[in-house]
Protein backbone atom coordinates (compact mmCIF):
# COMPACT_ATOMS: atom_id res chain seq x y z
CA UNK A 1 0.00 0.00 0.00
CA UNK A 2 1.44 3.38 -0.60
CA UNK A 3 1.88 5.99 1.90
CA UNK A 4 -0.93 8.43 -0.13
CA UNK A 5 -3.44 5.36 0.37
CA UNK A 6 -2.94 4.87 3.82
CA UNK A 7 -3.01 8.44 4.46
CA UNK A 8 -6.49 8.20 2.76
CA UNK A 9 -7.46 5.79 4.79
CA UNK A 10 -6.51 7.16 7.92
CA UNK A 11 -8.46 10.54 6.88
CA UNK A 12 -11.60 8.20 6.27
CA UNK A 13 -11.29 6.38 9.49
CA UNK A 14 -10.36 9.46 11.02
CA UNK A 15 -13.65 10.74 10.53
CA UNK A 16 -15.52 7.46 10.93
CA UNK A 17 -14.15 7.28 14.62
CA UNK A 18 -15.05 11.03 15.10
CA UNK A 19 -19.10 10.11 14.28
CA UNK A 20 -18.73 6.42 16.09
CA UNK A 21 -17.37 8.22 19.25
CA UNK A 22 -20.10 11.03 19.05
CA UNK A 23 -22.70 8.45 18.59
CA UNK A 24 -21.06 6.22 21.01
CA UNK A 25 -21.35 8.87 23.57
CA UNK A 26 -24.97 10.12 22.63
CA UNK A 27 -25.79 6.30 22.98
CA UNK A 28 -24.50 6.55 26.85
CA UNK A 29 -26.19 9.38 27.54
CA UNK A 30 -29.99 8.07 26.73
CA UNK A 31 -28.48 4.17 27.88
CA UNK A 32 -29.21 3.18 24.64
CA UNK A 33 -26.93 0.05 23.11
CA UNK A 34 -23.02 1.43 22.82
CA UNK A 35 -20.52 0.93 20.00
CA UNK A 36 -18.32 -2.11 21.38
CA UNK A 37 -15.10 -0.25 22.18
CA UNK A 38 -12.98 -2.78 20.27
CA UNK A 39 -15.13 -1.50 17.03
CA UNK A 40 -13.81 1.98 18.49
CA UNK A 41 -9.96 0.88 18.64
CA UNK A 42 -10.72 -1.13 15.26
CA UNK A 43 -11.01 2.34 13.97
CA UNK A 44 -8.05 3.61 15.68
CA UNK A 45 -5.92 1.14 14.28
CA UNK A 46 -6.60 1.66 10.92
CA UNK A 47 -5.50 5.56 11.27
CA UNK A 48 -8.75 7.03 12.70
CA UNK A 49 -6.82 8.00 16.20
CA UNK A 50 -6.92 12.05 14.93
CA UNK A 51 -10.81 11.71 15.22
CA UNK A 52 -10.59 9.75 18.25
CA UNK A 53 -8.65 11.73 20.14
CA UNK A 54 -10.78 14.94 18.97
CA UNK A 55 -13.94 13.76 19.59
CA UNK A 56 -12.54 12.37 23.37
CA UNK A 57 -11.52 15.69 24.34
CA UNK A 58 -14.64 17.53 22.84
CA UNK A 59 -17.55 15.36 24.12
CA UNK A 60 -15.59 14.13 27.26
CA UNK A 61 -15.75 10.62 26.12
CA UNK A 62 -13.69 7.70 27.98
CA UNK A 63 -11.07 9.97 28.80
CA UNK A 64 -11.43 8.95 32.36
CA UNK A 65 -11.08 5.01 31.56
CA UNK A 66 -7.32 4.17 32.11
CA UNK A 67 -7.69 0.93 29.93
CA UNK A 68 -9.37 2.60 27.06
CA UNK A 69 -6.48 5.45 26.73
CA UNK A 70 -3.93 2.86 27.17
CA UNK A 71 -5.12 0.71 24.28
CA UNK A 72 -5.64 4.13 22.44
CA UNK A 73 -2.50 5.28 22.82
CA UNK A 74 -1.03 1.82 21.31
CA UNK A 75 -3.27 1.98 19.06
CA UNK A 76 -1.99 5.50 17.87
CA UNK A 77 1.74 4.55 18.47
CA UNK A 78 1.64 1.57 16.30
CA UNK A 79 -0.66 3.45 13.68
CA UNK A 80 2.14 6.08 13.91
CA UNK A 81 4.63 4.06 13.52
CA UNK A 82 3.79 1.94 10.54
CA UNK A 83 2.80 5.33 8.65
CA UNK A 84 6.66 6.40 9.42
CA UNK A 85 7.69 3.10 7.98
CA UNK A 86 5.76 3.23 4.88
CA UNK A 87 6.95 6.66 4.20
CA UNK A 88 10.72 6.12 4.85
CA UNK A 89 10.84 2.75 2.94
CA UNK A 90 7.94 4.32 0.19
CA UNK A 91 10.15 6.56 -1.01
CA UNK A 92 12.72 4.64 -2.54
Avoid at 16 to 45: N, Q, Y
Avoid at 63 to 73: E, G, L, S
Wanted: positive net charge; glycine residues 6%; hydrophobic residues 55%.
Amino acid sequence: MTVQALIVLAAVASVASFVAMAWDKHCAIRRWRRIPESTLHGLELLGGWPGSLLAQRLFRHKTDKPRYQIIFWIATIVNVAVIAAAWRYGRS
